[in-house]
């Protein structure tokens, strides 16, 4: 067992550092940036560099590994795999794109990119299921408020390569290979299991709150310099005046602890945390037990296979002996128990849906925007960006208070987005000019909602034991969703109609993406029918988690 640390400041500590190990993860992003110079300096065609970006898309996605290993290795030694990874890959990238390194085959640039961009899954993976364990009354708002500084995070180095960096693809990929790790081991220490105050917390909504509005803040200011970077000025004062602001605002959750240090309260110990590391709960409870040991004495004094059995129930009434039972909905899941759950599938099925229909309006996003010919795809860009980050962000919020207030199922959200979703799909398919940007940005804010809502969704269902394998799992509808709907389809009815035009590769005018928009609506239709399901199925739990007030925690999901 992860040795933890006490006390009430340690789990703010973590979630500060976090923001910053979420930098390092946002690596994944940055390939738009530097993969024109592998195309030029290293002489691939189209063809390869998409290639490479499929390795990109896959080393981003594929968690499996670091969510089997985060059940069984302290959260320190995952991140320092991820840190490993993202120093060995880009750094080989570095020395082929610096020609330090000549000749080097396209399979291994290939695998030196996974390798780099697969340290996202890592690092994600460890300060998210850490984070989910030191606040497990909280699991909505930490996930939406993790998820959404991923992206911010993306913004930030982007602001860096822009400013700072004068746009130099070779001192971006020395800040991946060199500056992330050196982020990430600083935090190494600061990201660990902690045992975390009360349930009932006063203070504790007070300080997510502030959280989030940093992280809003942040998020407004990140926009402004996006929108109005031809306006800024250029000098390198300006450049790290605002990268200090930028700084500034990152480092702000670190706020709460430094509050907690200089106003102190009594700390009040978890009582169900400390259950769960003494003894193992009784399968019985002892006044029934002993009851049924006393009625089974009387009547079988000279039976000695029953003598047997009473000294067995004796043993499990005492925890001395531990009995074996399928796990219930809200218990911790071993992994091949899931698979054989509807709730699982539903829950897959309904994410699935749902984000991967959203990424296939993000990934094409320009092509639509030349279909409705619309020459603003930077501000479409911004809209569904801005969109998927305040949906992540409120999705965590909303869910939480739903659940705390009236103890509705989180997938509700689920039906709620994907109703719009199916709305916005027939407005964009009846080609509506005036509907481009408020189509984008509600888009980007349902498509957001997924991914915060499935995250505490599958602790709540399955257990924190398992969850990061469970929640890599899950994740898997995102690119699954990408090459299915993008790429098969989207990609062969744009092709189909391109074909029709003059032009022969480009497709200009409504019926580019109609049938696309219509096809993605009936799936978000089913969608909302599969998360209807889900929320009948899984409102006992719910009752059962939240009926009492705050959330109680099983015994069994704090490791």
């Known amino acids: 067992m992860v040795q933890t640390k006490k006390g009430t400041r340690p789990p703010w500590v973590g979630l500060a550092a976090a923001v910053w190990v979420q930098l390092a993860a946002a690596n994944a992003y940055t390939f738009p940036l530097y993969s024109d110079t592998l195309k030029s300096v290293l002489g691939y065609d ?67 990119l996974l390798l780099g961009s697969n340290s996202s899954a890592w690092l994600i993976t460890t300060v998210l299921v850490t984070n989910m364990k030191n606040f497990p009354h909280s ?56 045992t975390p105050a009360t349930e009932d917390d006063e203070s504790q909504h007070g300080h997510f709150l502030f959280t989030q509005i940093a992280c809003v803040i942040l998020a407004i200011y990140l926009l402004g310099t996006t929108v109005f970077d031809e306006v800024l000025p250029k000098s390198r004062t300006a450049q790290y005046a605002m990268l200090g602001v930028t700084a500034l605002l ?13 106003f102190r309260s009594p700390y009040k110990v978890q009582p169900d945390r400390l259950a769960s590391q003494g003894n193992l709960e009784p399968l019985l409870p002892p006044a029934l037990t002993q009851t049924y040991i006393e009625n089974s004495i009387a009547t079988s004094d000279d039976n000695d296979d029953e003598d047997d059995d009473i000294d067995m129930l004796l043993a499990v009434g005492e925890g001395a002996v531990k009995m074996k039972r399928r796990p219930r909905r809200g218990e911790d899941f071993e992994f091949h128990e899931a698979l054989v759950k509807a709730d699982f599938w539903l829950l897959f099925f309904a994410y699935f849906i749902g984000v991967g229909s959203g ?24 809209l569904f960006s801005l969109g998927n980050f305040f949906g992540r962000l409120a999705g965590g919020a909303v869910s939480e208070h739903l659940v705390k207030s009236r103890m509705l199922p989180r997938p509700v959200l689920m039906t709620c987005t994907q109703t719009v979703m199916v709305m916005t799909y027939l407005f964009l398919a009846l ?19 997924q991914f915060s809502v499935m995250i505490p969704t599958t602790s709540e269902l399955f257990g924190l034991k398992n ?39 480009s497709c200009v005018g409504p019926n580019c993406f109609r049938l696309t928009f219509f096809i993605l609506g009936g799936f978000c239709a089913l969608g909302t029918f599969l998360s209807i399901i889900l929320s009948v199925r899984i409102k ?9 007030g705050p959330y109680r925690t099983p015994r069994s999901s704090l490791h």
């Open 46 to 112: 189209q063809q390869q560099l998409t290639l490479l970006g499929v390795a990109d898309d896959i080393g981003e996605n594929f968690g499996i590994i670091p969510g089997i290993l985060c059940t069984w290795l302290p959260p320190w030694l995952i991140l320092g795999a991820g840190t490993m990874l993202c120093f060995v890959g880009y750094g080989v990238v570095w020395l082929a794109v610096t020609k330090t390194v000549v000749s080097l085959p396209f399979w291994a640039l290939w695998l030196a």
């Open 139 to 194: 699991r909505g708002t930490v996930s939406g408020l993790l998820k959404g500084y991923v992206g911010l995070c993306a913004a930030v180095l982007t602001q860096l390569f822009s400013g700072i960096l004068n746009k130099s693809p070779t001192d971006l990929l020395c800040l991946l290979s060199l500056g992330l790790p050196l982020i990430c081991l600083l935090m190494v220490y600061f990201v660990r299991p902690c």
């Open 250 to 262: 990152l480092m702000s959750p670190l706020a709460i602890p430094i509050k907690m240090t200089l």
């Open 359 to 382: 990424v296939t309006v993000m990934n094409s996003l320009a092509q639509i925007a030349y279909a409705a010919r619309n020459d603003a795809i930077t501000i479409l860009l911004c």
């Open 431 to 449: 080609a509506l000019e005036a509907s481009l940007y408020a189509a984008t940005a509600c888009l980007g804010i349902c498509y957001g909602v």
């Open 467 to 505: 969850f990061g394998l469970f929640y890599n799992f899950m994740a898997l509808g995102n690119p699954i969703g990408a090459f299915l709907f993008s790429s098969l389809l989207a990609g062969y009815l744009y092709d189909m109609e391109a074909a029709k035009g003059s032009t022969g590769t």
């Open 540 to 548: 006992p739990v719910y009752q059962m988690l939240y009926g009492g």
